[in-house]
């Protein structure tokens, strides 16, 4: 997968969302903590260190929507990390993305706070981050 694929992939699945540029995500997957897991049409972007992994980006082709992958991507995904003795997963949500609020707190996820007029959205306005956590369980 190249930079500029991931890049025009999540250009139109970003409704609300400035997307990150190809040269963002060949800057993120040359650090050697990174980790890109794929489902078909969905994509995740993470960062693993000691105990923790941060999840940068996910997102899922507007053609391959509400299929079920963003949930077999994320298990997939926690899968992996509980064999790399991860034991928290953390990751930062738009709040005006109620959808993917809804999503992660059915897979778990715990609100844990917020980053106030973090995010910049594509008509240039700002939205607050939800700050969100799962605890992983080793196998």
Do not use: C
């Not at 040359?30 to 794929?38: N, S």
């Not at 049409?41 to 996910?58: G, H, K, M, R, Y």
Request: charged share 25%; glycine share 4%.
């Amino acid at each position: 997968m190249t930079p500029e694929t991931l890049a025009a992939v999540q250009d139109r699945a970003y409704v609300h969302m400035r997307p990150w540029r190809a040269r963002d995500f060949q800057a993120a997957l040359a650090r050697p903590t990174t980790k890109l897991v794929t489902h078909r049409s969905s994509f995740l972007l993470a960062q693993v260190i000691p105990d923790d992994a941060e999840i940068l980006t996910i997102f899922t082709d507007p053609d391959a929507q509400r299929q079920g992958q963003g949930r077999r991507l994320m298990q997939e995904f926690e899968s992996q990390m509980t064999r790399l003795k991860v034991t928290r997963l953390l990751l930062d949500v738009a709040a005006i993305n109620t959808s993917a609020v809804a999503f992660y707190t059915a897979l778990g996820f715990t609100q844990d706070g917020n980053r106030r007029q973090y995010y910049t959205l594509r008509d240039g306005k700002r939205s607050d981050a939800i700050l969100m956590s799962k605890t992983l369980t080793p196998e």
